[in-house]
């Protein structure tokens, strides 16, 4: 049995709606894309394609990209 692939469709939507980032198809690809790179990277993928200064953004929200996506992709 192999694990199952991440939900990106599910991901994006909990980013949306639970944290506020809706990204569109671009934006979704580059943190697809990132995720290989660890969770950081997927993380300043998203604060980029959403136009906000990463280094600048408020811990607690910072926190709650990464959360998001980490339930995501370590089921």
Same mark, same amino acid.
């Given at each position: 049995?192999?694990?199952?692939? @991440? ?17 569109? #198809?671009?934006?979704?690809?580059? *943190?697809?894309?990132?995720? @290989? ?5 997927? *993380? ?5 394609? #959403?136009?906000?200064?990463? @280094? ?20």
């Amino acid at each position: 049995m192999t694990d199952a692939a @991440p939900d990106f469709d599910s991901m994006f939507a909990d980013l949306c709606n639970q944290v506020g980032f809706c990204l569109h #198809e671009k934006g979704q690809k580059k *943190v697809i894309a990132a995720l @290989p790179k660890g969770l950081d990277a997927a *993380v300043r993928a998203v604060f980029a394609a #959403e136009g906000v200064d990463e @280094p600048n953004a408020p811990g607690d929200l910072k926190r709650a990209v990464r959360d998001c996506i980490k339930a995501h992709v370590t089921r």
